[in-house]
């Protein structure tokens, strides 16, 4: 049976966790009652000459005082001496025992008082978790109410344009129908993605007959003109309505549009009229239901949590008085619990009243009435864990190790990496093998971070904003981590054998080529088949990454771009894999075109720059849209980190002492750069007033040693660029190949090592300031709210 404080941990809200009562410091004051009773006992047991003789009589008196406090059932600790019946004889039982213990045992009386003030500690501390748990209900309930009100006041607004949009779109002409709603974008677009929409109302009667419809709609839901002293009129002196319509700048095209309105408006002063093609539109009304619709997904979900937060904590309780109970040998729990049921966190009902309303209106108007649909938005199921993927991983773990031993076998009977001919066969396999290799390894490591990520309960579903249901989980990473080695060492024996048996190299050796086409056809596969959710969200943040800073940045967005950061070798492979056939060298084995052309070596550099750049964008645009420095010292750090790639790339084409000279520096100072913001801001370490030594107040990992231990080895690999300034002498191909190959995989081992601590520093944030529901922003907001 799984002890409660093992279940406790494992359903609590990791963000919410100071917010629950903390179990196991009362279950310490619990175990000091419980050692203050059984020191007493074996002290009675084991007592000196001068007290056995008495040992006897005060059993007997113990004996009588148990007794008489069960036919009272009075659990105060001092009823032995106070009257306990009006009969003679038991005015006679309590004047003998209270004589006994008087005269014999003021060790007793010690005891009492020890023990009394142990549970008085017990009770106090008891206070203080209800009011605590308390006081965090009532402030989640009243910002959900109030986020709940907010929503129902959006859905009246959408509910109210619907129709009045679709009576016009219906009764305009289309000469007409181009101007009624026009929008522009104020100033603080700095501060907010959204649009700014201006209605200004034309004359014609159907227009102005649609315009008070729209009027209507808004007023009615509380979206006001702005004061009548300031606002401007048209020329039948109608009032201009102003409102907003908080569309976020996360696409290309809004982007492009919020950028250029507000330069138009630095420029002129002056508010840009957009064209009549601009106007509120179905498009519009659709993204803001959109945005809705994702505010009571959320909404909902925050009311589960609330609700489980409620249950946990009473039955926290519940196990801890009964525990309290059994070691006190009191029935002190029925009062106590009466209090806690009579509680806020529990007596409230208006969390389930709004669970309740948050349904109904979301089934009718989310999902056309059909609970079904609904509820696997608002109560998304988790896959459960099969064990057919633990005996796949198994199976390709084994498979992968036979066949690579088989490979290495053959290679080496066969004289593979023989002078002779090991040129042209490292210049066909090895781009592909380390491409597949790296990552192969990379998805190892996110495996990794899987497992302990749920290990020490963070919660990177939440960070990432992946949905439960298709999220990855590590046995599924280590499933396709598995697979992925296993055909690509399938394919090196097939070629390798085919070699072996002297057939036409330029058959054979398309293998590689044909083994890469069939990933990527995997990975665009609209089939439902092998992980289609991840797949397809892996394309779509990899859109995000190299069209910064077009998209709005999201946490997924630069995570992943920090690891292409760490994955640049992989890139030149990919660089290199691509030339080699689609310039037909593995027909012709003529490898010129891929090593020496001009062209071939100008892309080095933009492959190299390519990640820091899209980092360095994002650091921009979230620059952008939060006005917070940071950003820009972070775009900084990758700036620094261009700057040593290419000088290092120009070093290893033209080695000379300048050139050294220049990748030292530059080197030197994006090392440093990038280290301190390791350590400081991405790990939150390093802080000399922390209570924990130059770490930081709050660690998840109980043992210190790692912490210390993670930043020497995060500050060994990070320098390891200091192997392209050396030189090997007589080294040959094979032996340079693995020695990058190693360098590679290093690096990919420590960004691994380095997504641990950033999430465990983002999650600890998130726990600092309760932070379990994420903020949808809402589209309709009057203009003069803004203030």
């Given amino acids: 049976m799984v002890k409660f404080s093992k279940e406790l941990e494992a359903q609590l809200i990791p963000e919410w966790k100071d917010a629950f009562v903390n179990y196991w410091i009362l279950k310490k004051h619990v175990k000091n009652v419980k050692l203050s009773r059984k020191s007493h006992?074996?002290?009675?047991?084991?007592?000196g000459i001068g007290r056995s003789i008495f040992n006897p009589i005060r059993i007997f008196a113990n004996k009588i005082s148990q007794t008489v406090h069960n036919a009272?059932?009075?659990?105060?600790?001092?009823?032995?001496?106070?009257?306990?019946?009006?009969?003679?004889?038991?005015?006679?039982e309590e004047g003998y025992e209270k004589e006994l213990l008087q005269l014999f045992s003021e060790e007793d009386e010690e005891f009492i008082m020890a023990m009394h003030v142990q549970i008085q500690l017990f009770f106090e501390r008891l206070d203080e978790e209800l009011e605590k748990v308390n006081k965090f209900y009532e402030a989640r309930e009243t910002e959900f109410l109030e986020?709940?009100?907010?929503?129902?006041?959006q859905l009246q607004i959408l509910l109210d344009l619907k129709p009045v949009l679709s009576d016009r779109r219906r009764k305009l002409s289309p000469r007409s129908s181009s101007g009624f709603l026009s929008r522009s974008y104020s100033s603080s677009t700095r501060n907010s993605d959204f649009s700014e929409t201006q209605s200004e109302f034309s004359d014609t009667p159907t227009e102005t007959s649609q315009t008070d419809d729209v009027i209507a709609a808004l007023e009615k839901n509380g979206i006001n003109f702005i004061n009548s002293a300031t606002r401007s009129k048209t020329k039948k002196g109608k009032p201009k309505m102003a409102m907003r319509i908080n569309i976020p700048a996360t696409t290309p095209t809004r982007t492009i549009a919020a950028v250029t309105s507000m330069l138009w408006e630095d420029l002129v002063n002056n508010p840009k009229k957009e064209s009549p093609g601009d106007c509120i539109n179905r498009k519009k009304i659709q993204c803001a239901e959109k945005m809705i619709r994702g505010a009571f997904v959320e909404l909902y979900r925050g009311l589960g949590l609330l609700k489980r937060y409620s249950s946990l904590n009473m039955m926290a309780f519940i196990k801890i008085l009964k525990k309290f109970d059994k070691v006190s040998n009191q029935q002190k729990s029925a009062s106590y619990l009466k209090k806690v049921k009579e509680s806020h966190f529990i007596s409230s009902d208006k969390v389930v009243?709004?669970?309740?309303?948050?349904?109904?209106?979301?089934?009718?108007?989310?999902?056309?009435?059909?609970?079904?649909?609904?509820?696997?938005?608002?109560?998304?199921?988790?896959?459960?864990?099969?064990?057919?993927?633990?005996?796949?991983?198994?199976?390709f773990t084994g498979s992968f190790v036979t066949l690579f031993t088989v490979y290495a076998i053959l290679a080496h009977i066969s004289g593979m990496f023989s002078p002779r001919s090991e040129k042209n066969y490292m210049e066909t396999v090895y781009p592909v093998f380390s491409m597949f290799a790296l990552l192969s390894l990379h998805l190892f490591m996110y495996g990794c971070n899987l497992f302990l990520w749920k290990s020490t309960r963070i919660n990177h579903n939440f960070i990432f904003e992946f949905q439960p249901n298709t999220a990855l989980k590590y046995r599924d990473a280590f499933l396709i981590c598995t697979s992925l080695m296993t055909a690509v060492v399938t394919a090196l024996v097939i070629h390798l054998i085919l070699l072996s048996n002297n057939l036409p190299p330029t058959r054979v050796d398309a293998i590689p080529g044909v083994l890469l086409l069939l990933s990527l056809a995997l990975l665009i596969c609209p089939l439902n088949i092998f992980y289609r959710p991840t797949r397809y969200n892996f394309l779509k943040v990899m859109r995000n990454i190299i069209c910064s800073p077009f998209y709005k940045v999201l946490m997924v967005d630069f995570f992943m771009a920090d690891q292409l950061t760490s994955q640049i070798p992989l890139l030149r492979h990919m660089e290199s894999t691509a030339c080699y056939f689609i310039a037909g060298s593995f027909k012709t084995h003529r490898y010129a075109t891929c090593k020496s052309?001009?062209?071939?070596?100008?892309?080095?550099?933009?492959?190299?720059?390519?990640?820091?750049?899209?980092?360095?964008?994002?650091?921009?645009?979230?620059?952008?849209?939060?006005?917070?420095?940071?950003?820009?010292?972070?775009?900084?750090?990758?700036?620094?980190?261009?700057?040593?790639?290419?000088?290092?790339?120009?070093?290893?084409?033209?080695?000379?002492?300048?050139?050294?000279?220049?990748?030292?520096v530059t080197?030197?100072?994006?090392?440093?750069?990038?280290?301190?913001?390791?350590?400081?801001?991405?790990?939150?370490?390093?802080n000399p007033k922390s209570r924990n030594p130059w770490l930081r107040d709050n660690l998840i990992l109980r043992n210190k040693c790692i912490y210390y231990i993670s930043i020497a080895f995060n500050l060994v690999l990070r320098v390891a660029w200091v192997e392209t300034v050396m030189h090997f002498n007589n080294v040959g191909i094979f032996e340079s190949r693995m020695l990058d190959f190693l360098l590679a995989s290093l690096e990919v081992i420590r960004r691994g090592h380095w997504n641990y601590y950033r999430l465990e520093n983002e999650h600890l944030n998130n726990a600092g300031k309760f932070r379990a529901v994420k903020t949808v922003p809402l589209p309709f907001r009057d203009i003069d709210s803004d203030g």
């Fill in 41 to 47: 006992l074996v002290q009675d047991k084991t007592c």
């Fill in 72 to 92: 009272r059932g009075d659990p105060d600790l001092f009823q032995v001496k106070r009257k306990i019946s009006q009969g003679e004889e038991g005015v006679e």
């Fill in 147 to 153: 986020r709940g009100e907010i929503l129902n006041r």
């Fill in 353 to 395: 009243r709004l669970m309740d309303e948050v349904e109904s209106l979301f089934t009718q108007h989310f999902a056309n009435n059909d609970r079904k649909k609904a509820m696997k938005f608002l109560r998304p199921q988790q896959n459960k864990d099969s064990h057919m993927v633990t005996f796949f991983v198994g199976l």
């Fill in 597 to 664: 052309g001009k062209m071939y070596r100008e892309l080095a550099y933009v492959i190299s720059f390519a990640p820091y750049y899209w980092r360095a964008m994002q650091c921009a645009r979230r620059w952008f849209d939060e006005c917070d420095v940071n950003h820009l010292a972070n775009l900084g750090k990758y700036v620094s980190a261009m700057v040593a790639a290419g000088a290092r790339i120009t070093y290893a084409r033209n080695p000379s002492d300048f050139w050294m000279i220049i990748v030292l």
């Fill in 667 to 686: 080197s030197l100072v994006a090392t440093v750069y990038q280290l301190y913001w390791d350590f400081v801001k991405d790990w939150g370490l390093l």
